[in-house]
Every structure is written in C-alpha cells, then in structure tokens.
C-alpha cells in the first residue's frame, strides 16, 4: 500500500500575513503543517501502524524553506517527502497548486490512496482534492474522518454538520480529511535523528513537464486581492421589558441599527 498525503505549509502564530507589494503573495510567521493536512498524516500513519509494509509520503509545493516542516513529517513516521520547489511557482492560486501536484502525482506514480486536508486555516479554500480527483481521475470522498483499507476496498467515515455516513469504495482514490478529535502523534527521537538524515526529493517545473507560462501569477485565473484581519466589537446589551419592546430590538438589531436601552 502506498499513501501519497499532500501537504500546506501555513503560519502557526496569530493570523497577522499580509500580501507583499510586488507579487500578490503571502508572507507570515513561523511556518508548520496544516492541522488537517496533518490528521491526513495522521490517519496514513496509522494505517502504516497496523501494515508495516505501507509506505507513506508526502508532497508540497513551497520554497525551500518548507524542508524543515516536511523533517517534521519524516520525523513522525513519513517515510519520504518530497518539496515541489521553482521560483516561477509564486503566487500560485489553487487551480494551479492543483495541476502541479497533479504533475508531481504522475511523475511519483503509484499511489494507491492520495490524502488532502479538507481546507488551509489561511484560506479555507477547499479546492485542492476535488481538483485533484479532476485531474487524476479518481474517485474522491470529502469530510472524511476515519478510513480502513482491506485489499482493494476502501471504507471510510464522512462526518459533515454532526451527521456521519459511512460508505465503500476502491483503491485508487483522493480522500479529503477532515480535523479529528483525536490527537496527531508527536515525533518520537529516533523519528527526529532519521529526519536529519532524509533526503528531500525536490522537483522543478521542468522535472513535471509544465512550463512557467501555466504557473505562478502568470498561469493563476484568480489571484488574493486583499488580506484583513477581522475585528471583532461587543455589541450593546438590550434589555426590554415586554413583548412589543422586545420585538422592535430585535427589528432594530437586524437592521444593524442602534438602539439604546
């Protein structure tokens, strides 16, 4: 069994990114694994738990900087990673991001499932495992929670809005994950000493066959406009006294106008 778990690199402190003057990208803080795309890890890692002979790893596509968090993958039981690294990359929306994971896919081959964490904390977009499934053809489940293989058959929980399903399927397959309640392992020290050593596969564009024109900026339909910190303002605190006062509030609180009590 072969597990491919594609990976975001996202700012672990308070949310204060903002866009750079020149090219429409986000710049941030210290930088760690998506927490869904890390339960994906998780669940893949368990899956190797119980078949030692499975073999997990995982992919993303940032700059060079983001070895260090797929060490932190290797570390917790990954057994290789590879970092889709090309300076033309930047600013990449997710059409993009897809078809170049997409690429690197086919160039790796072999996967029998291939995990996405449902959405990114810094945009939520979603969009990466259906695309995939688009891309490559394969049957996908989203708001998955917990999968179990047994040969070619694949069955797995979805949970969506407190309400969970569980359905059957084959291998080969995309999975979109969602976060778990249950906790992600820590990296044990001999998981620590082999990440050091790991080899990082890294691909360029010319390694998957695409060209600059259909990446970064130049290949994105889309492009992030603005980022915001959102503000939040306790609101006044409206007490009435009767049915008619009480009515006219709540008027006046849908309205979003103000009314002083």
Same mark, same amino acid.
């Given at each position: 069994?072969? =597990?491919?778990?594609?990976?975001?690199?996202? &700012?672990?402190?308070?949310?204060?990114?903002?866009?750079?003057? /020149?090219?429409?990208?986000?710049?941030?803080?210290?930088?760690? =694994?998506?927490?869904?795309?890390?339960?994906?890890?998780?669940?893949?890692?368990? $899956? #190797?738990?119980? %078949?030692?002979?499975?073999?997990?790893?995982? *992919?993303?596509?940032?700059?060079?900087?983001?070895?260090?968090?797929?060490?932190?993958? !290797?570390?917790?039981?990954?057994?290789?990673?590879?970092?889709?690294?090309? &300076?033309?990359?930047?600013?990449?929306?997710?059409?993009?991001?897809?078809?170049?994971?997409?690429?690197? $896919?086919?160039?790796?081959?072999?996967?029998?499932?291939?995990?996405?964490?449902?959405?990114?904390?810094?945009?939520?977009?979603?969009?990466?495992?259906?695309?995939? &499934?688009?891309?490559?053809?394969?049957?996908?489940?989203?708001?998955?929670?917990?999968?179990?293989? +047994?040969? +070619?058959?694949?069955?797995?929980?979805?949970?969506?809005?407190?309400?969970?399903?569980?359905?059957?399927?084959?291998?080969?397959?995309?999975?979109?994950?969602? /976060?778990?309640?249950?906790?992600?392992?820590?990296?044990?020290?001999?998981?620590?000493?082999?990440?050091?050593?790991?080899? $990082?596969?890294?691909?360029?564009?010319?390694? $998957?066959? !695409? &060209?600059?024109? /259909?990446?970064?900026?130049?290949?994105?339909?889309?492009?992030?406009?603005?980022?915001?910190?959102?503000?939040?303002? #306790?609101?006044?605190?409206? *007490?009435?006294? +009767?049915?008619?006062?009480?009515?006219? %509030?709540?008027?006046?609180? =849908?309205?979003?106008?103000?009314? +002083?009590?």
């Amino acid at each position: 069994m072969n =597990i491919l778990v594609c990976l975001k690199i996202v &700012s672990q402190a308070t949310f204060t990114d903002s866009l750079t003057d /020149n090219d429409d990208r986000l710049s941030g803080g210290r930088l760690g =694994i998506n927490p869904a795309d890390a339960y994906a890890l998780e669940l893949a890692l368990r $899956i #190797k738990d119980n %078949a030692p002979e499975t073999m997990v790893t995982v *992919v993303t596509m940032a700059p060079s900087y983001a070895e260090n968090a797929l060490r932190d993958a !290797i570390a917790a039981g990954a057994d290789h990673a590879v970092l889709v690294c090309d &300076s033309a990359l930047a600013g990449s929306d997710t059409l993009v991001t897809a078809n170049i994971i997409a690429a690197a $896919i086919n160039r790796l081959g072999g996967f029998d499932l291939i995990l996405c964490g449902r959405k990114a904390i810094d945009s939520e977009t979603g969009h990466i495992a259906p695309q995939l &499934s688009e891309r490559l053809g394969l049957p996908m489940a989203a708001a998955v929670t917990a999968f179990a293989i +047994d040969g +070619d058959t694949l069955r797995i929980c979805c949970t969506n809005d407190g309400v969970s399903a569980e359905y059957e399927g084959a291998v080969p397959a995309v999975l979109s994950v969602c /976060n778990g309640t249950d906790m992600v392992r820590s990296p044990t020290v001999m998981g620590m000493r082999r990440s050091k050593k790991a080899v $990082i596969e890294h691909l360029t564009l010319a390694d $998957i066959g !695409i &060209s600059a024109e /259909n990446a970064g900026l130049h290949g994105s339909p889309t492009r992030t406009a603005a980022v915001e910190t959102m503000s939040f303002r #306790k609101g006044k605190k409206c *007490v009435c006294t +009767d049915a008619d006062a009480g009515a006219q %509030a709540l008027i006046e609180l =849908i309205k979003g106008g103000k009314r +002083d009590e």
